[in-house]
């Protein structure tokens, strides 16, 4: 998952450019709005393999991380994918 943040036209040749991207698949735009200022100045990009770890130990675990990104539900309530990144953000 990844927000993008920024000028309108950049964000939307950065967004194209991902969506092209031949190491991507499955993306998709859950949520796009225009905000006053940004929600994660000072957040860069990171990843955890969390196949061979107990994630329900990892601090600021929620239990709706078992469902897919895919899902019905986000796709239904946006909203849900911004309070997952707003979780870590303030867990990082």
Do not use: C
């Given at each position: ?21 031949p ?8 949520l ?61």
């Amino acid at each position: 998952m990844q927000a993008l943040e920024g000028e309108r036209r950049a964000v939307e040749r950065l967004y194209s450019t991902i969506e092209k991207d031949p190491r991507r698949r499955g993306v998709s735009e859950l949520l796009w709005e225009v905000i006053r200022e940004r929600r994660f100045p000072e957040w860069s990009m990171g990843f955890q393999n969390l196949r061979h770890i107990d994630i329900g130990r990892i601090p600021g675990y929620s239990p709706f991380m078992f469902e897919p990104l895919t899902s019905t539900s986000f796709r239904a309530n946006p909203s849900r994918a911004e309070k997952l990144l707003l979780l870590f953000r303030e867990k990082r």
